[in-house]
């Protein structure tokens, strides 16, 4: 297991689950989500005062390796690490672990940036000085 | 445009659209596995009934490329293209366009194969069979 | 079947259906939701241009007898009625029936108002009287 | 606040929230949904166990009344009572508080019978006995 900058505990919920029984494909992207939202607060960015003020962060790219699927009930970990890689793009690598066996569910690289008022790629400097604290 | 072997019309719902007024990143997924769905069932594939029959098709790899963001309202469409990648696994290419502009929304990568009942890979041979009339 | 002012038909997506292979409870009020939006669409009220506006249309009440289960692939048609209860709230009559056979699946009443920036009932003028029109 | 039988404390999480920035009307039947199955296992009934074996558990009255919404990070309170109201009915009076305050933001009753295999209503003995142990 990686060393990662934030870590998070979930739990698998019933609606969650598809027909098959397993946690649809879709819904580990709102996991990933909510653990970098989660990981973005310790560095004092909270997503929805960003929105509010007109701060768009914005996902232009996830890949996603699925390794084992999550059933009802199981308990599960997002580690997260922030990697800069370039001045206006930034990479989450993102892992889910089954607990407490800390197998490997899914791996993850979430790339964002910020889009300004116009659409543009635009990041302020208070969002890029906080990322850049750990990225 | 590429020359897709499947294409479905859907409109943005503004029940997909989260706190930023857009479709969040998760949904898109969604669409994409529902035009899957879709094109699957013009091969003779039912997923639903594959699932009551014991026959799972699982994702094991998402590569998706965001290029603009939809909105309430928005029409798309989706286009996709199957292609083998190995006696095992299948590739969904897979984009989304705005209509009725056809501007560039998304490009997806979806991999995709079969799971026994003991989780190990299988892909039962009238589903290799119908894919690879495609693929 | 009573005579709707409004009418919309749709489809289940397999990534609807929880691990019952039913549409999950929650999902069906995402249906109506979709079901009103659109309705208010033919009075000339756009909900997103409402919220970018300020302007907040909230639910206040939701009573739903589930009478059948849709499954995959399902194809239904969401029926309204508009009724005006009060000053400031309407209550949507909606109900859900399974095509082509026209059996009754759902069968709703939403209760809605407006909020000003304040979180007090207040509906706009121009609100008011587009669904007094028909309400 | 009633005296419920069963509590569990819950977060909103930003991908709940649609485009107003408050939790969508749709999503507190999921998380009503949850409660109620946290609750079930308490009662040594598992959701998913029980789905696996053929036995359907299905809501077939929701009854809500949204008091406040609820916006990103909040944290709030789902509590549980279990009412027996005829040999294969129960209601779920479910309310939703926003933590710490204690607030009431949702008041719910979740009726909910049991279905077999040919969709004829039906509650094997051993979930009647388990709900009758406090319903």
Do not use: W
């Amino acid at each position: 297991m990686k060393k990662y900058q934030f870590q998070i505990e979930l739990q698998v919920r019933d609606y969650e689950c598809d027909m098959q029984g397993h946690v649809n494909n879709a819904v580990y992207l709102n996991y990933l989500e909510h653990a970098r939202h989660e990981f973005l607060k310790t560095m004092g960015l909270n997503f929805s005062d960003l929105v509010r003020r007109g701060i768009s962060l914005v996902i232009i790219r996830n890949e996603i390796d699925y390794k084992r699927s999550l059933v009802s009930g199981d308990r599960f970990m997002v580690g997260v690490i922030l990697q800069k890689i370039s001045p206006l793009r930034y990479c989450f690598v993102q892992d889910i672990y089954l607990l407490p066996e800390k197998k490997l569910v899914l791996k993850g690289r979430v790339t964002g940036t910020g889009v300004n008022s116009k659409g543009r790629p635009e990041l302020p400097a208070e969002v890029s000085t906080a990322l850049d604290g750990l990225g």
